[in-house]
């Protein structure tokens, strides 16, 4: 049996964010290894390379046409799980076509913990059944 490392990728220019979020992603057990980009060619590029199992994507980076960012990521690598960091929950109006989950900037630790824990099992489990 192959065993794959689970890696996770950030996307955003904030440093503070980066630092806060690599910490945090660090912490949690079924993360093997966490890799910062600050751009989204970096990010696209990463995503082809390596296929992480999470891409976290700051929706400043995306510019004006987020779908089509995250039609690309799903094209390059459909297993990767995308979830979106926003400023705001109203931001994002299209989310259940485009990614797993949306997180809030600002908000609790513990929740961001909690969701990406539970998206990592939840993807898990899904690939256990159908192996």
Do not use: C, Y
Request: glycine content about 4%; proline content about 5%; charged content about 25%.
């Amino acid at each position: 049996m192959i065993t794959q490392i689970t890696i996770v990728v950030i996307a955003t220019r904030s440093i503070p964010l980066a630092d806060g979020l690599d910490a945090l992603l660090r912490a949690i057990p079924q993360i093997d290894k966490v890799e910062i980009v600050r751009s989204i060619e970096q990010a696209l590029q990463r995503v082809e390379e390596i296929k992480p199992r999470i891409l976290l994507t700051d929706l400043t980076l995306a510019g004006n046409k987020p779908e089509a960012l995250l039609e690309k990521i799903i094209l390059l690598s459909p297993e990767t799980m995308r979830v979106l960091l926003v400023d705001d929950v109203q931001d994002v109006k299209w989310l259940p076509q485009f990614a797993e989950a949306i997180l809030v900037k600002g908000a609790a630790p513990s929740s961001f913990a909690t969701i990406l824990t539970n998206l990592l099992l939840l993807k898990g489990d899904d690939e256990q059944t159908h192996s």
